[in-house]
């Protein structure tokens, strides 16, 4: 599954920021746990366009919701999750560093 295209040998990917118009970059990889999988997709995307902070802050005021945000900082990997995953996700893989809020 890859959605993206070259211009001027920069990638861009398919995910927008309706705030700019261009691919957000705030996340590597967002995923959303809802009542359906309808909400779970629009929320994934919308912690992905949002970031690690303003993303799991929303997951964190909706109902029946959690949310996990990985993202980049200087060359290296950090996961945010919700309150009601910490003690059930567990992240494998060398380079990664657990964020709580």
Do not use: N
Request: net charge neutral.
């Amino acid at each position: 599954y890859q959605r993206f295209f070259w211009e001027g040998g920069r990638r861009y990917h398919h995910i927008l920021d309706p705030r700019t118009g261009y691919p957000a970059w705030s996340a590597v990889s967002a995923t959303a746990w809802a009542r359906t999988a309808r909400d779970a997709d629009i929320l994934s995307t919308a912690f992905f366009v949002l970031g690690p902070e303003e993303g799991i802050a929303l997951a964190e005021r909706l109902p029946d919701v959690e949310g996990l945000v990985i993202y980049e900082r200087g060359g290296k990997l950090f996961a945010r999750c919700s309150s009601g995953l910490i003690g059930k996700v567990e992240l494998k893989g060398t380079g990664i560093s657990w964020e709580l809020q």
